[in-house]
Structure formats: structure tokens, C-alpha cells
């Protein structure tokens, strides 16, 4: 079964960038969608970036233009570049992964696989 590992959050000032990376211990060639997602204080964990495995991304609108997610599929790894950041980008960001087409790729419901999370923490 895939394991997936969150790396790189940090502090960073408002208007900065950060790349965050998912390593998965088996190969996420075998995912159908792989997914980041992120939780605020007192709030719900909300949909952040998806990809799919014929190469479809998609995005929340409150990061669309400035946040990416990739891929390398040699290193089994997937990566959301993170520019242009905000004060209420401040969030645990979490890897999700689905083995295949069923569900929505911006829904909770839609992985079935997680991380821990990594912080990310942007100061004003």
C-alpha cells in the first residue's frame, strides 16, 4: 500500500514561496489522482490542487495562478509550488491519494490515502 510523506512547510514572509513535497513509498503511477489539501485553525480541511493521472490538473480558486502541483514519477514524488503566498494561505497541508475514478478530485471523499501534513505558516 502507498505511504505518503509531506516535506517542506515553513515561515515565510507574505509574498513569498514555498515548494512543498508528497514522497510516496510505492509508485504513484498506480494512483489515479493525487491531491493536496489544507486545514486552518477552526476550520475544515478544504481542497487545494489535484492531479490526475493523464496529466489534468485542477485547482480552488483562491489558489489558481499561484499554486502548482507536479509531478516527477521517477522519484514517485508530487509537488505544490507555492508563490504569491498570503497571510490566509497559513494552513497544516496534507497529501491525499486515490487509486482510481471514483469520487470527486476536490472532494474529502474523493482519497482515500493521507499524509500527516506539513505546516505551512505565512506571517504578514
Known amino acids: 500500500q502507498v505511504q505518503l510523506v509531506e516535506s517542506g512547510g515553513g515561515l515565510v514572509q507574505a509574498g513569498g514561496s514555498l515548494r512543498l513535497s508528497c514522497a510516496a513509498s510505492?509508485?504513484?503511477?498506480?494512483?489515479?489522482?493525487m491531491g493536496w489539501f489544507r486545514q486552518a485553525p477552526g476550520k475544515e480541511r478544504e481542497f487545494v490542487a489535484a492531479l490526475i493521472w493523464s496529466g489534468s490538473t485542477y485547482y480552488a480558486d483562491s489558489v489558481k495562478g499561484r499554486f502548482t502541483i507536479s509531478r516527477d514519477t521517477a522519484k514517485n514524488t508530487v509537488y505544490l509550488q507555492m508563490n504569491s503566498l498570503k497571510p490566509e494561505d497559513t494552513a497544516v497541508y496534507y497529501c491525499a491519494a486515490h487509486p482510481n475514478s471514483l469520487g470527486n478530485s476536490w472532494t474529502l471523499a474523493g482519497y482515500t490515502l493521507w499524509g500527516q501534513g506539513t505546516q505551512v505558516t505565512v506571517s504578514s
Open positions: 510505492g509508485r504513484t503511477s498506480s494512483m489515479y489522482r
